[in-house]
């Protein structure tokens, strides 16, 4: 019942970290009710602030599955592994407003710094949470160092990603925010080729 709750209370925390993005956007604004030509200018607007979701859920959708697949190799909870996870639910609950800040500057290089600082956090945090629960024993089977390796490698790939971004931001924002998604994709084929299970 125990182990269970945890589970339920991060999901709730994941999806009301995904809506309160969503209502972030908010309903364009116009002076002119039935104006089709501001009513769309209006959406237009929101453009940034869609993007921003788009990007930010299908991070979100990402580690949630992440944290949904590590939770089910868990045997039990230590005391010290649930400190931490609140923690890490903490950063998801913050989600907001580095989401709502880039929607809202999203050609803006600090906007893209924090939300990179922060996506480094999370992803940090992560690699926390995998080496609590391997100290305390809690996981179902055991691991061989090469599996250890590669969850732990694999799980800083997104942070030297984020980590990257970050002085591209101030040359362009569009290119920090590509830079990232190819970064962290070319690192995490990388991992998979050299430590992977599937590796020689």
Do not use: C, Q
Not at 31 to 60: C, M, N, Q, R, Y
Not at 71 to 82: D, F, K
Not at 167 to 184: H, Q, R, W
């Amino acid at each position: 019942m125990g182990f269970d709750r945890v589970v339920f209370f991060s999901d709730a925390v994941f999806a009301i970290a995904i809506t309160l993005m969503a209502v972030e956007i908010g309903v364009p604004e116009i002076e002119e009710p039935d104006s089709t030509h501001a009513l769309w200018t209006a959406f237009a607007e929101k453009g940034p602030a869609i993007g921003a979701f788009v990007v930010a859920f299908a991070w979100v959708a990402v580690y949630w599955r992440a944290n949904h697949r590590f939770t089910t190799a868990l045997a039990r909870m230590s005391s010290r592994y649930i400190a931490f996870l609140l923690l890490y639910l903490g950063l998801v609950a913050l989600l907001p407003v580095p989401a709502g800040m880039l929607g809202e500057y999203w050609s803006n290089p600090v906007a893209i710094v924090i939300f990179a600082i922060y996506g480094a956090l999370m992803s940090s945090m992560e690699v926390v949470l995998f080496i609590v629960a391997d100290r305390d024993e809690m996981f179902a089977a055991p691991m061989t160092s090469r599996f250890r390796k590669w969850m732990i490698t694999g799980s800083l790939t997104p942070v030297v990603a984020f980590l990257a971004a970050i002085p591209l931001a101030f040359i362009s924002t569009l290119a920090a925010v590509a830079a990232y998604l190819v970064v962290a994709v070319l690192l995490g084929i990388l991992v998979n080729k050299v430590l992977g299970p599937t590796s020689s």
